[in-house]
């Protein structure tokens, strides 16, 4: 069981530069999710899509946009990449909106360094 | 605002040492509470998750417990290995379409030999 995979696992971008990071996953979750984790701050949601055909912004979404591609596929994109955005960027999913009943899977994390 | 707290930041034991970790929630409305563990450099791997209406989760050496009213979440681990060396967060789920799901910044244990 693959679960949730995200590439690439590493990244290096000038300031200015654009990227798309990928997500997918095989458990037929309806709910994904963007997180980003920097150290003394934890694990902050940036954008999540509670099912096939929407998303919304969490808690810090300047400077990102993402697609909901289909039911397996959310992707994360950085138009314009900024130093603010070096990070440890992690893709998760759950059941239903809520991963009320089996909680999240997390993906194993790109790491972004923006020169 | 809702927050999740984990306390201590570092713990380090000796090997076969029996150990809690705690991390407490400002708001008791959770759905459910998870706790995950993440090795350096590496994703988050889910180890137990336990609903509101439920006191306890046992998984091998690893048992968790809620206590709703008290705001307060717990993760024994019983005769600690150097192979549980790693950074352990918990967090607290309050529903809703975005899934609110609250981190507290993890413990980071290391267990020496």
Known sequence: NAGVTQTPKFQVLKTGQSMTLQCAQDMNHNSMYWYRQDPGMGLRLIYYSASEGTTDKGEVPNGYNVSRLNKREFSLRLESAAPSQTSVYFCASSEGPSGRNYGYTFGSGTRLTVV | ?113
Do not use: H, M
């Open chain 2, 1 to 113: 605002k809702q927050e999740v707290t984990q306390i201590p930041a570092a713990l380090s034991v000796p090997e076969g040492e029996n150990l809690v970790l705690n991390c407490s929630f400002t708001d008791s409305a959770i759905y459910n509470l998870q706790w995950f563990r993440q090795d350096p450099g590496k994703g988050l791997t889910s180890l137990l998750l336990i609903q509101s209406s439920q006191r306890e989760q046992t998984s091998g050496r690893l048992n968790a417990s809620l206590d709703k009213s008290s705001g307060r979440s717990t993760l024994y681990i019983a005769a600690s290995q150097p192979g549980d060396s790693a950074t352990y967060l918990c967090a607290a789920n309050y529903g809703g379409s975005q899934g609110n799901l609250i981190f507290g910044k993890g413990t980071k244990l290391s267990v020496k030999p």
